[in-house]
């Protein structure tokens, strides 16, 4: 029986032809990549990077790291950014079932954790109902690599019992949040996909009972080259916040004091090392 084609219906997408696949379905690994510098890959990460058959990776996951897959690997970019998707999530979705139902290793390449602000749980739940194995694989989550790289830490004792990941972004109108319990002081509140909310975030949270002169901090670009260290106030969010362009995280509490936003210093010789190890 021949094997059965698959056809491009819109950019990227793959669909079979309706025929029964000849081999046995292949793996689906959510692989979570990190911020973006591929030092923090886990080494689970990367022993499936270099296993795959085909990437699927997101537009935030750094060029550093899509080179550790094989040459011959199938490269699909499902890039999103606020108001413009390559693929539609439901089509995204569809697309790891079709390649994994070729017999092929899929990795779908996540900025971050899979299973934080990453839809991670949505692709694994459509591998489910196919029928297809996933396996998933946890990355550093943004907020983990901006705390350490601003010696900033999420909980500390006497000013952070706790800490709270959030998102500013809703898909109709603001992120239906709580808000008192979010303004309640000794506690860090790291809001992702945040920029363009920053000032109703502060507003709400400052409406809410949380001092305005609460520190605040504003990490561009966690972990990569060209890092960027924004230390403000509660009521001074917004305004620092205007203008920037890459992703970025917005942390408020108390242990964001800490913070040192001196020019980020990239170890070198640690980078160097990592190249040679990832060509060998």
């Not at 021949?2 to 819109?10: D, G, I, L, Q």
């Not at 011959?72 to 697309?95: C, E, G, Y």
């Not at 990592?274 to 060998?280: D, G, T």
Request: aromatic share 2%.
């Amino acid at each position: 029986m021949p094997r059965p084609t698959a056809r491009n219906v819109k950019p990227g997408l793959v669909l079979l032809d309706g025929t029964a696949p000849t081999r046995a379905p292949g793996v689906v690994w959510l692989v979570g990549a990190g911020p973006g510098d591929p030092e923090l890959l886990t080494v689970k990460a990367f022993n499936a990077l270099r296993a795959a058959d085909v990437l699927v990776h997101d537009g935030l996951v750094s060029s550093e790291i899509l080179d550790l897959a094989p040459t011959a690997a199938r490269r699909i970019d499902v890039s999103k950014r606020k108001s413009r998707h390559t693929l539609p999530q439901d089509d995204i979705n569809q697309l790891l079932v079709a390649l994994a139902r070729e017999g092929l290793t899929v990795v779908r390449l996540k900025g971050g954790d899979p299973f934080l602000f990453g839809r991670g749980g949505e692709e694994l739940a459509a591998c489910r109902a196919a029928g297809l194995e996933c396996r998933v694989v946890p990355g550093v989550t943004a907020a983990l690599a901006a705390s350490a790289g601003a010696g900033a830490p999420l909980t500390h004792r006497g000013s952070a019992q706790a800490v709270t990941f959030v998102t500013g972004h809703a898909a109709h109108g603001e992120p239906d949040l709580d808000w008192p319990s979010l303004a309640r002081p000794n506690q860090t509140v790291v809001v992702y996909m945040g920029v363009s909310t920053a000032g109703l975030i502060a507003g709400r949270l400052i409406g809410a009972g949380r001092a305005a002169s609460t520190p605040a901090l504003i990490v561009e670009n966690a972990s990569r080259v060209d890092e960027r260290r924004i230390l403000t106030t509660l009521a001074g969010l917004a305004h620092s916040a205007e203008g920037l362009k890459g992703p970025a995280l917005l942390m408020v509490g108390e242990a964001m004091a800490l913070a040192d936003v001196s020019p980020v210093q990239t170890d070198v010789s640690l980078s160097q090392s990592f190249e040679r190890s990832s060509r060998s």
